[in-house]
């Protein structure tokens, strides 16, 4: 008892990797293996970049627009057209110098999430659920392993970040002493390369931590979704069908193709029997077909069938017992008998004509010359 109670624990641990179907419903749901960590740090070394890239253009934009201040707007009449005018140049000066930052942002962004989880578009999480209002719930995921792994995590990149800020801004403590020599172009130089060096730094040493977040997360997800075997059992009962529901559908198909069967009987010529084992049911026309064909047959209790019904039709009954044997086992339901039993059929077929007073077809005498 213990043993079968361990087994039946043992099945349900969800040990077996996730099936294809499984990951396409828990994708559907808007649930996959992402870490926004990678988007932030991606977008925020990317802006760095353009800051390195494009240093000489923003320079150049930036001077422009104290200098045209300093220069030109000093002196002129302060009316509300002068005003306006003003601060519309100035807004578009401001969205000159952003474009190349917030252009590149939104690529990179775009970019690391379709790396991440390809084309996703779904409405899962939009939809409200009453149940995350649950305090009880609440209180448990502050407590969950979850919550603990991402305070690590924000400890970690404040640890990084504070060490990055610190070690570079105490190795350029000579240059800081030395800004009081310099000129205001020096000053705003100096300013700009230590905000390129702090960002480029703290950049770099996120997207590190982003991508191992990432393979967290992906280690998460592939547990979370694991199944176990009793899932996949399921899950294939689902796809392929119940076995007892496809067993009905199969036993009502052969009724159907039995009761289609015992409907041609009446259209036969002869039926040959075992007399008690097998009975097969020939039909023959010379001007439609090249050989007789087999319309029906059965064994045992099918074969008794075929004969009461070819008796309430008035169909004559043959017994041979090697013919009927051979096209029970060789010859299919519609099909032409067998090319080496063509010779036997014939005189069967010619026997019965000659009963009926009927001339036997042409096509007959063509299968037993052959």
Known sequence: MRFKLDLQMFSGEKTEKATPKKRQETRKKGQVAKSMEVSGAAILLTCFMCFVIFGDF???RITYAFTDIFMHRLTMDVTIPNVMSMFGQLGIQILIILAPVFA???????????????????GEGLTPKFNKLD?????????????????????????????????????????????SHLTSEGILTFAAEM????????????????????????????????????????????????PLIKGKI?????????????QEIPNADVIITNPTHFAVALKYDGNEM?????????????????????????????????????????????????????????????????????????????????
């Open 290 to 370: 090249d050989a007789p064909q087999v319309l029906a047959k059965g064994a045992d209790h099918v074969a008794l069938r075929i004969r009461e019904i070819a008796k309430d039709n008035g169909i004559m009954l043959m017994e041979n017992k090697p013919l009927a044997r051979a096209l029970f086992q060789r010859a299919e339901i519609g099909d032409s008998i067998p090319a080496d039993l063509f010779q036997a059929v014939a005189e069967v077929l010619a026997y019965v004509y000659n009963l009926k007073g009927r001339n036997k077809p042409s096509g007959n005498r063509r299968h037993r010359n052959q």
């Open 135 to 179: 305090p009880i719930k609440g209180f448990k995921n502050i407590l969950s392993m979850k919550s603990i792994v991402e305070l690590l995590k924000s400890v970690l990149k404040m640890l990084i970040i504070g060490f990055l800020v610190y070690n570079i801004l105490w190795g350029a403590k000579d240059q800081f002493a030395r800004l």
């Open 58 to 60: 923003y320079k150049e």
């Open 250 to 262: 199969r036993e009502r198909q052969r009724r159907m193709a039995m009761q289609r069967m015992m």
């Open 195 to 242: 905000t390129k060096k702090l960002g480029l730094n703290i950049g770099i040493a996120l997207f590190v931590l982003a991508i191992l977040d990432y393979m967290y997360q992906k280690y998460e997800y592939e547990k979370n979704i694991r199944m176990s075997k009793q899932d996949i059992k399921d899950e294939y009962k689902k796809m392929e069908g119940d």
């Open 104 to 122: 590149a942002g939104v690529i990179v962004g775009i970019l690391v999430n379709y790396l991440q989880v390809g084309f996703l578009l779904t």
